[in-house]
């Protein structure tokens, strides 16, 4: 499942204005890669849409070809980490995140740039820079199907963090949902087995991450959305660039091009998933979302030759299962509070 931000864009007047209103909808935010207000929230930010079936469907097809997008961005990540540091890819995403979100600055930069949450803008850039890093690190070490069955994960930390950070109450339904969850993981990671390798933790973690940032996307829900992800692209584009001086690598223009399309890869699917949402109903598109596996295990077999096992294939359905009746779940409590 992939979190983006869910701003609605206005017509533009200017052609200014045009880009400031395509660098609003450029943010994705997914765990591990550029995350942002769940689907849920930005659903909530369109709720007056009228739903019709020409909607639903233009949302679901366009979820599904985001959810490509994001598996072909992490195909080409992973096709760049025999020659290329993680770190490194990892930056070039960033560096395509922040010239799609740039345009702002020349606009209002003063404005944007005002917050009286400034440390909490701090680590949400910074925890979504790590899950980055974290999930590009593992692909040099597994599959990508894996890695992505590993990542699904993240809602489940998010909904435990909330408890913890946020005082938001949790049924024993929704905990036996988490509990069966990282059950799927498990199955996935086989640890104590023959078959489990420390770098199936590297996802794990990096999904524990993601969901802080979320978390402290939630602490900050007065925001301005386009201040939030300014912010969120300053910050990881500031600290990866930092970073990369310690282990850069001279890409050739091949590998320049592999790794700046995997970047645009992960901005389109953004912008894509935004579109999905502003469509359709969060509850009608969850399902849609783990079809991310799918991708995921086809490009890798077309690219790679490898195909996911049994145990990949039998809990990435579990935490993707677990993951829906969350989202579910969610979606009854919304409801039931009071406007």
């Not at 366009?62 to 990892?90: F, N, R, W």
């Not at 489990?196 to 802080?212: E, I, K, R, T």
């Not at 300014?230 to 850069?248: E, H, K, N, P, R």
Request: charged share 10%; hydrophobic share 50%; glycine share 8%.
């Amino acid at each position: 499942m992939a979190y983006t931000f869910g701003s609605g864009v206005r017509p533009a007047t200017s052609r200014s204005s045009a880009l400031v209103a395509t660098a609003r909808v450029a943010l994705r935010l997914d765990r591990r890669r550029l995350p942002g207000p769940s689907p849920a929230d930005a659903a909530s930010q369109n709720a007056a849409l009228p739903v019709s079936k020409e909607n639903v469907l233009f949302g679901i097809l366009a979820l599904i070809a985001s959810s490509m997008l994001y598996s072909a961005s992490d195909v080409a990540s992973k096709y760049l980490t025999g020659s290329l540091p993680p770190i490194e890819l990892a930056w070039l995403r960033y560096v395509v995140f922040f010239a799609a979100v740039s345009p702002m600055l020349l606009v209002d930069a003063g404005r944007l740039l005002r917050t009286r949450r400034r440390k909490l803008h701090l680590l949400r850039g910074a925890t979504a820079a790590a899950s980055t890093v974290l999930f590009v690190l593992s692909l040099s070490y597994m599959p990508v199907a894996e890695a992505t069955s590993i990542g699904f994960a993240a809602p489940l930390f998010i909904t435990i963090l909330a408890v913890i950070f946020l005082g938001e109450h949790v049924g024993i339904r929704r905990w036996s949902a988490i509990f069966v969850g990282l059950a799927g993981v498990l199955i996935v990671v086989q640890p104590g087995s023959s078959a489990f390798q420390p770098a199936s933790l590297l996802p794990l973690c990096g999904a524990m991450v993601s969901a802080s940032s979320i978390v402290a996307l939630r602490l900050m829900k007065n925001e301005r959305a386009d201040t939030t992800m300014l912010y969120t692209a300053l910050v990881g584009v500031a600290i990866l660039t930092v970073l990369t001086t310690f282990d850069w690598v001279t890409p050739t223009w091949h590998e320049l091009g592999i790794g700046l399309l995997g970047g645009g890869f992960v901005t389109l699917a953004n912008l894509v998933q935004i579109f999905a949402y502003r469509h359709a109903p969060a509850s009608m598109l969850a399902p849609f979302s783990y079809l991310q596996l799918i991708w995921a295990s086809g490009l890798g077999y077309l690219v790679f030759g490898i195909f996911p096992g049994g145990a990949t294939l039998l809990g990435g359905t579990i935490v993707a299962a677990s993951g829906l009746y969350t989202a579910y779940r969610e979606q009854i409590r919304r409801r039931a509070q009071p406007a």
